[in-house]
């Protein structure tokens, strides 16, 4: 089966969170359950760094209004198609947002530019080549679906995965006209959104199946609670909704084998963990001590309850424990982490940056992850701390929720807790939380038993992949 994957992320080339994780590990497993997989992504400058000259594949006079290239180029084991067009993506800055953070302004424009191109090659622009199915990810290329359905490919299966529903691509409706789609395509059925246009929800309605990233928020995003205003149609579109776990990349993420690590570990030999303790102690400037050390790999926002943290530190650092803080977001909450750092030197210690070697060296080592979220699509930090040997602190939502079993009395007994939950989020369960971290860190081989769980799960793309492969079947005629 051949399938077309359009996306606006994909790890090694770029990535600001679990989408480009998701993007770059799903076509190696998916290609076990035989279906090859071609990625379109934009030519962000270290997309077009990596990929040298590649093969030209088409050239757009105009493509809403700017010259383009599809380049195809193969990276590792990926097989890519990049949209070159070095007014649209050739900027500094993030793939959505300029230096300082601002949404970039035709950021409307970029995407359904990538969009446009993602149903043009369903529709056959590519000699020789034509996709069986059509997978969008998220709002930046859920409008190829749109596209699709409204023009030459429509017959072509479609699907979407929402990866996190916050995001939904809305913008005014007097782009509608600069879309090129027909007047049909307005309206409730079509990309209309509240009176504006949404490239997620186009996606929704347009797409054969839906899917999202666990079971239990495939359930939430269909509550008026978490549906973020798309409730309604995700019930009525309920039948075509699928929760598939994300699976994460054991090549990449295997304690054993890791090259980044200070040090390699495996579950027989957990000791191996503590040069790593040790770099976080001195990278931190923490004190080196055997008081629990946890850790915090995160953007740091309100959907990840990094206020509530900030507000749970006093009690973390009453408690003994201590905290390597590794993120970047918001800027308020950004200032108030590194104020905790200097309040408590040696306590609490903060990376304002985005580091990939530093965060598989902090999984390595620290004692416990936290993770507050609000809502929590999948979450791919808890999935490489329990392989890592570090305990996920979490709220129990999402996929949270589906992956951590916590340490309740039964659990520990039978052997088969792997973390700590609460809920409902909030300070008061983060407390607490933090508080049955601490004590059951005392209880050593309590402690170890729940490692060892969680190093033993399975969470590789295997199962996930094939639930992929038997949807796009599926859908095929
Ligand atoms: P989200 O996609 O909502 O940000 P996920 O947990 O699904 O959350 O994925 C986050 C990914 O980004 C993980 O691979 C995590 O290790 C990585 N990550 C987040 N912040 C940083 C950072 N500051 N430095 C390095 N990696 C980070």
Redesign the pocket.
């Known amino acids: 089966m051949k399938l077309l994957s359009v996306a606006s992320e994909i790890?090694p080339l770029i990535?600001?969170?679990?989408?480009?994780?998701?993007v770059g590990a799903l076509p190696l497993a998916l290609a076990k359950e035989d279906v090859a997989t071609r990625t379109l992504i934009p030519g962000y400058p270290s997309v077009m760094a990596r990929i040298g000259k590649g093969k030209k594949l088409h050239h757009y006079d105009s493509l809403f209004g700017e010259a383009a290239t599809l380049i195809s180029a193969k990276v590792g084991d990926l097989d890519l198609i990049i949209l070159d067009c070095p007014p649209f993506f050739g900027r500094a800055g993030g793939p959505y947002d300029d230096m300082a953070g601002n949404g970039w302004p035709d950021n409307w424009r970029r995407f359904a530019a990538l969009s446009r191109a993602g149903a043009d090659i369903a529709a056959g622009l590519l000699k020789g080549w034509l996709p069986d199915v059509v997978h969008a990810h998220d709002w930046q290329a859920a409008m190829t679906l749109a596209y699709m359905r409204f023009g030459a490919a429509h017959a072509v299966p479609k699907v979407v995965t929402i990866?996190?529903l916050a995001f939904q691509g809305r913008f005014d409706a007097a782009i509608f006209d600069a879309l090129g789609l027909p007047p049909e395509a307005w309206g409730m059925d079509g990309v209309e959104y509240y009176g504006g246009t949404g490239f997620l929800k186009a996606g929704l309605v347009s797409a054969d199946a839906i899917t999202t990233?666990s079971p239990t928020y495939a359930q939430e995003i269909r509550s008026t609670a978490d549906g973020m205003g798309l409730d309604g149609l995700l019930v009525g579109r309920g039948d075509r909704l699928h929760g598939i776990l994300?699976g994460i990349d054991t090549a990449a993420w295997t304690p054993a084998t890791d090259p980044l690590l200070v040090k390699s570990f495996s579950s027989r030999a957990l000791s191996g963990r503590s040069a790593n303790r040790r770099h976080i102690e001195r990278s931190f400037g923490l004190d080196k001590d055997d008081s629990p050390l946890f850790i915090v790999?995160?953007?740091l926002t309100w959907?990840?309850g990094m206020d509530m943290l900030v507000d749970a530190l006093d009690h973390l650092v009453a408690l003994g424990g201590k905290l390597a803080v590794?993120?970047?977001g918001d800027h308020p909450l950004e200032g108030a982490f590194l104020a905790a750092a200097e309040r408590y030197r040696g306590r609490v210690g903060v990376?304002i940056?985005?580091?990939?070697p530093?965060?598989h060296v902090m999984?390595a080592g620290g004692d416990a992850i936290l993770?507050p979220?609000r809502f929590?699509?999948?979450?791919?930090?808890?999935?490489?701390a329990l392989r890592y040997g570090c305990v996920p602190v979490v709220a129990r939502v999402g996929?949270l929720a589906d992956t951590v079993i916590d340490a309740n009395e039964a659990a520990l007994g039978a052997g088969v807790a792997t973390g700590i939950q609460f809920a409902p989020p909030g300070p008061v369960g983060l407390k607490r939380a933090i508080e049955r971290a601490v004590i059951l860190y005392a209880d050593k081989p309590s402690w170890a038993s729940m490692q060892r769980a969680g190093m033993a799960a399975d969470f590789s793309w295997n199962k996930s992949a094939a639930r992929y492969a038997a949807l796009y079947k599926s859908l095929m005629p």
């Open positions: 790890f990535k600001t969170g679990g989408l480009a994780d998701v990866h996190n990233v994300n790999v995160s953007r959907q990840k590794l993120g970047s990376h940056g985005y580091d990939e530093l965060s999984q993770i979220s929590e699509p999948c979450g791919l930090t808890q999935l490489y996929g």
